[in-house]
């Protein structure tokens, strides 16, 4: 019996073209190098704008009183007290309103000031820039114990007057005697002080005596 070895040759070892062993050696490369990571770009916080800085509120300016007698610009003559009207005919009011200061002042001769006040009303409506008129009412208000009224009357007949002293006269004694109803405060004070120094005025450029304030009685 014949036997047959069949005897298998041994592999050879594969040869390895070119363009393999570069490939090769780049792969190789890439698993020994490290991978490092990226490091971020610092960021700049931004800081937040500065604040200007705070100031207190500049404080209200101080209530300033006026001077008691009002002052002159230099360089002009001080009117005469006897160059203003003393009465409602002789300050050139209408003959309406005369007639209608008449009626007041029946009204308040016979003790009634609240019908005379309705006279002086409707007198101011047709004039209603008269310091007289608004002076009478100032005064019929403080017969009715009007005490608000009767100084926000006499206020504005002061507003009104254009510096007589006449009808100022009359006008702060309304006032002193208004306030004066709160008791003997500052403001009361004041007022009777003004009223006083106007009627020391008038009294010297008259020659002396007490004198009587402006009046609406025609």
Partial sequence: MTL?????????????????????????ACVAQPTVPT?????QQTQPPA????????????T????????????????????????????????AVLALARQAQTFRSAGRPQDALGQYERALRIEPKNAFV?????ETHLALHNVEQAE????????????????????WRVIAAALGVYGD????????????????????SSGGGALPAASAVP
């Fill in 64 to 95: 300033t009183i006026p001077p008691l007698l009002p002052t002159q610009p230099s360089g002009r003559p001080q009117p005469s007290a006897e160059s203003f009207p003393k009465t409602l005919a002789a300050a050139g009011t209408g003959p």
């Fill in 39 to 43: 490091r971020p770009e610092s960021t």
């Fill in 152 to 171: 926000s009357a006499a206020r504005k007949s002061n507003s009104l007057a254009r510096g007589n002293p006449w009808l100022e006269l009359g006008n």
């Fill in 51 to 62: 604040l200007p800085p705070t100031t207190a509120p500049a404080p209200a300016p101080a």
């Fill in 4 to 28: 047959f070895l069949t005897v298998t040759a041994a592999r050879k070892p594969r040869v390895l073209t070119p363009v393999a062993l570069v490939a090769v050696a780049l792969l190789a």
């Fill in 134 to 138: 608004w002076q009478a009412m100032a």
């Fill in 185 to 204: 405060s500052p403001a009361a004070q004041a007022a009777r002080t003004r009223a006083d120094e106007i009627g020391s005025a008038l009294a010297a």
